[in-house]
């Protein structure tokens, strides 16, 4: 069984014994980073401390759920007979994404931005030419974006020297 150290992110099964399957109805698991290995008041044996990062039951995502876990190292005895074997190293896999410009004309951006309320507002009221290198270009920055998804409007970058706004 491969060691498993503070830092590691994991997969517990251990509130769901009989199996560890990670997609479908039957999938029952914590995943989340190892903060520390120990003897939590309380608990009768070591745990794993677990940051939970997701909660999975029945396959689905619970999105209400405790932000610490504590699941028992694998190899404690259990009363009865057997060992817990119910935390797993995951490896955590990189994902990339580009984005392709695609341009948008400017008489178009407003009615894209704000589908409500759009014919009030006059795009040279609100954006112009970059006030920083007078570019006249912007990266509409895309919804998966952190500034648009927590900033909640449409932010813009200008292409020729980073500085940004929103619409
Ligand atoms: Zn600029």
Same mark, same amino acid.
Request: overall charge negative; hydrophobic content about 10%.
């Given at each position: 069984m491969e060691e498993i150290k503070v830092g590691d992110t994991v997969r517990s099964f251990d509130f769901a014994r009989f199996n560890k399957e990670t997609?479908?109805?039957?999938a029952c698991f914590i995943q989340g980073e190892v903060l520390e290995i120990g003897r939590p008041e309380g608990h009768s044996c070591d745990c794993y401390k677990i940051k939970v990062a997701k909660k999975v039951f029945g396959g689905e995502i619970i999105e209400? @759920?405790?932000d610490i876990y504590y699941a028992p190292v694998n190899g404690t005895k259990i009363f009865g007979g057997g060992v817990c074997d119910g935390v797993v190293k995951v490896s955590v896999e990189l994902r990339f994404f580009k984005a392709v410009l695609v341009e948008i004309p400017a008489n178009e951006v407003l009615e894209k931005v704000?589908?409500?309320?759009?014919?009030?507002?006059k795009l040279e009221d609100r954006i112009g030419k @970059?006030?920083?290198?007078?570019?006249n270009s912007w990266m509409m920055l895309a919804d998966e974006s952190v500034a648009v998804r927590d900033g909640g409007k449409q932010y813009c970058e200008c292409l020729g020297c980073g500085e940004t706004t929103h619409l």
């Open positions: 997609e479908g109805k039957e209400e @759920c405790d704000y589908p409500i309320g759009h014919e009030h507002m @970059c006030p920083e290198c007078d570019s």
